[in-house]
């Protein structure tokens, strides 16, 4: 038999990246991924010139879709949101000295992820076909078989279910 040869495999890394931007659906994505890498450092930039650069890695930067030039940074807890609140005059300053055009900061924080772990059922019970009426249930429906009149439609249908559900 004979086969196709496989491709060859050896394309660099930076052959890709060219050919990620070239295309149409991932070349958007992937330079909205760069600017926000870039983002990313340069907040980090003015973090570092404010004295908050502990703070940078609790920080995650976007884009506010909202809003045009509106920067919005997702924060893990309520005390780093007051702190950057604080600053954010500063900070919008630092950011436009380093090239970053944004007009204003929303501060946002994140929802905490649930405490809890979803674990599926380790088996399930196995259901068994019903087997008829329990003691109190068959002597309800015999209680109103013995009030209905002899050719009423009821009865029949009374009797009938009590024939085909024995205990």
């Known amino acids: 038999m004979n086969f196709a040869r496989k491709p060859s495999r050896k394309q660099t890394a930076h052959e890709w990246v060219d050919y990620l931007r070239e295309s149409n659906g991932l070349g958007g994505i992937l330079a909205k991924t760069e600017g926000l890498v870039k983002l990313k450092l340069t907040l980090e930039q003015a973090l570092a010139k404010l004295d908050l650069e502990h703070l940078s890695s609790k920080i995650e930067p976007g884009w506010s879709s ?8 997702l924060v893990n807890s309520a005390s780093i949101s007051n702190r950057l609140q604080q600053n954010l005059p500063s900070l919008i300053n630092e950011l436009q ?19 809890w772990e979803v674990k599926p059922r380790e088996s399930t019970p196995e259901r068994r076909p019903a087997q008829g009426f329990n003691e109190i249930a068959k002597k309800s429906w015999e209680d109103l078989l013995q009030k209905l009149a002899p050719d009423s439609e009821l009865r029949k249908t009374v009797e009938r279910l009590l024939r085909h559900k024995p205990k």
Do not use: M
Request: proline share 7%; glycine share 4%; net charge positive.
């Open 66 to 73: 909202s809003k045009e030039n509106a920067l919005f940074l």
């Open 97 to 115: 000295i380093l090239g970053v055009h944004c007009t204003a900061i929303q501060v946002k924080i994140k929802p905490a992820p649930a405490q």
